[in-house]
């Protein structure tokens, strides 16, 4: 699946998406200087930063340095979405740690809801990953039928993915832009835009399958209705 979603490719940094409201070239860079969070083992994180690069695992253009092999895989953009939510749930853990340590200062049910959705987040991507055409019926197959469950499971994926990374960025607004301790709105906003675009895709993709399922099934019907009078 080709994108063009505007996250950095090969682990850059973000680079800024408006022309407006630019930082002085003074700041750490054009949106403004980065806000530090600790990890548990008390390593910086720019959250902000961390969910960006979390979208270049799998919404930006492969690398070049990606084999022939890899780009032919059905699954590979699904593998890569997993890397895409094993790096968002590093920054939930972070941000629960966060309110773990300062929990007079965190909305309780804002981290208990960050949490449900973490693990919800994992539970489905669990079932998708079990619908993954396995190599042995991949060789084996002589229809479309592999690259069809590939292509339905990446798309879930992808929007179940990028429906987490939307909640983080929501929770770290709320709670860090919003409170003024990280003034790079702008930065947020664009990545907010750029997960949402995302979405919107993928829910047109899975409205298409949907529809071919219902069609698939309903000939399926007829075709065992023939076969039986036959």
Not at 3 to 25: C, E, I, M, Q, T
Not at 114 to 142: C, G, W
Not at 212 to 218: F, H, N, P
Request: contains cysteine; charged residues 25%.
């Amino acid at each position: 699946m080709t994108n063009v979603h505007p996250f950095p490719a090969g682990g850059k940094s973000a680079k800024p998406l408006r022309k407006k409201n630019r930082r002085p070239k003074s700041s750490d860079n054009a949106y403004g200087p980065a806000l530090l969070l600790q990890d548990f083992d008390d390593m910086p994180v720019d959250v902000l930063d961390a969910l960006i690069q979390a979208g270049s695992l799998y919404l930006a253009q492969p690398s070049l340095e990606s084999t022939e092999d890899e780009l032919a895989s059905p699954c590979d953009q699904f593998l890569r979405t997993i890397h895409g939510m094993n790096a968002l749930t590093k920054v939930a853990n972070v941000l629960i740690y966060e309110a773990q340590r300062y929990p007079e200062l965190t909305d309780q049910e804002a981290v208990d809801w960050l949490l449900q959705r973490t693990k919800a987040t994992h539970k489905v991507m669990r079932k998708l990953d079990k619908m993954l055409p396995t190599d042995e019926f991949i060789l084996s197959s002589n229809s479309f039928g592999p690259d069809f469950m590939a292509e339905y499971a990446t798309n879930a994926a992808m929007l179940v993915v990028s429906y987490f990374a939307e909640d983080l960025l929501v929770y770290y607004d709320e709670n860090f832009i919003r409170t003024k301790k990280d003034r790079r709105k702008v930065m947020m906003l664009d990545y907010r835009d750029a997960y949402r675009e995302v979405i919107q895709d993928c829910q047109i993709h899975i409205g298409a399958h949907g529809f071919l399922m219902k069609e698939l099934a309903s000939a399926q019907r007829a075709l065992n209705k023939v076969l039986k009078e036959l």
